[in-house]
Each structure stands twice: as structure tokens, then as C-alpha cells.
């Protein structure tokens, strides 16, 4: 898959639109504020906003609230274990994405229904590293398609080939390319 079909997905803790707006429209925002309750206030305008700049756009960890406010998807994390959200009601075009670093958190994403499961972390060397080789084996041991995080930058995109993932998430990489060039 060549690197501009890859599909991405940017991580975002606050409604910022001086970031936002350098994106391309094939970016999907993922909003994840652990930090405070879900501010319902902010949300809508997200939504609003990526709607009309032409974004997807998944909340993290409240599936009933992304399918209440009629949102493109929403995102368990992989510390969510919980499978109370395949009793909702959910319109067709609405995507359940997960993350997970082992194969045991695979089976659990595969048990709450993700259709794209993010592996991590592919490149930042954390308690969660994988690799390219670890990464590989685990995005064989599921059907679901695949999506790589962790420590992704414009130095290491083109190994993602290596892979066969439908995309890649992070922060820093759209942060650092979304950032304001400097003069020379």
C-alpha cells in the first residue's frame, strides 16, 4: 500500500483548531480527554467542526455517548475490558475501533466487536514495544485490519509497507507536522 493511501488517526486531548486546521481530510480525529469528565459542551462543537472540515471523528471510551450524539464511531482503549456496549442500538456506519499490545487484549477487542484494532506500540521503545517482527505476528493472529501506533514519524512511515497495516495513529507526528514552520 503506497504511504498516502494509509489511513490516520490523530489523538487529541482538547479542542484546538489551530492544529486541526493544517490536517488533511483524511485524517480522523479520535478525542480521548482522560483528564476530566467528557465535556459534553466541547464535544458538540467537535463534532460541528469535523463535520463541516470533513473529518471522522470517534470519542474515546464512551461508546453510549458516541452513538447518543450520532458521532462516526468511538474508541476503547486497551484498559477497557468491558463488553456492555454490544447490548446498544448502533446505525450500520458506526466503527468501534480498540487499541491492544498482546494477544490477549487482541481476543478481548475481537470479543467487544472492534472492526480496526490499533497495535502498539510499533516503534516508541515503552513497557509496550513491540517492533516491526512482534508487530507482525500479533496483526497475523487477528482478521481484523490493523492500525499502527506508537512513535511514528516521517523517518520510520515508509517501514510501515513492511506491515501491511490499513493506517497509523499517534499525536507527535501530526503535532509536528502541523506545527507553524519557522523562519530559516
Avoid: W
Avoid at 489523538?11 to 479520535?30: A, V, Y
Avoid at 446498544?88 to 475481537?110: L, P, Q, R, T
Amino acid at each position: 500500500m503506497h504511504i498516502n493511501n494509509l489511513k490516520k488517526y490523530y489523538f487529541i486531548n482538547e479542542f484546538d483548531t489551530k492544529s486541526l486546521d493544517k490536517l488533511t481530510t483524511t485524517t480522523s480525529i479520535i478525542y480521548r480527554n482522560y483528564n476530566s469528565k467528557h465535556n459534553l459542551e466541547t464535544i458538540i462543537k467537535l463534532k460541528k467542526y469535523c463535520k463541516k472540515a470533513g473529518f471522522k471523528f470517534f470519542l474515546s471510551n464512551n461508546i453510549k455517548l458516541a452513538i447518543n450524539l450520532n458521532l462516526d464511531g468511538a474508541y476503547i482503549p486497551s484498559f477497557n475490558k468491558k463488553t456492555n456496549h454490544l447490548s446498544f442500538s448502533m446505525k450500520k456506519n458506526f466503527f468501534v475501533i480498540g487499541s491492544a499490545h498482546n494477544n490477549k487484549e487482541i481476543k478481548i477487542k475481537e470479543r467487544q466487536g472492534v472492526k480496526i484494532l490499533f497495535l502498539s506500540s510499533i516503534f516508541k521503545r515503552n513497557k509496550n514495544y513491540l517492533g516491526l517482527y512482534k508487530f507482525k505476528n500479533l496483526a497475523n493472529l487477528t482478521k481484523k485490519k490493523i492500525v499502527a501506533l506508537g512513535g511514528i514519524s516521517n523517518e520510520n512511515l515508509k517501514r510501515l509497507k513492511l506491515v501491511n497495516c490499513l493506517g497509523f495513529a499517534g499525536i507527535s507526528y501530526f503535532q509536528k507536522k502541523t506545527a507553524p514552520e519557522r523562519g530559516r
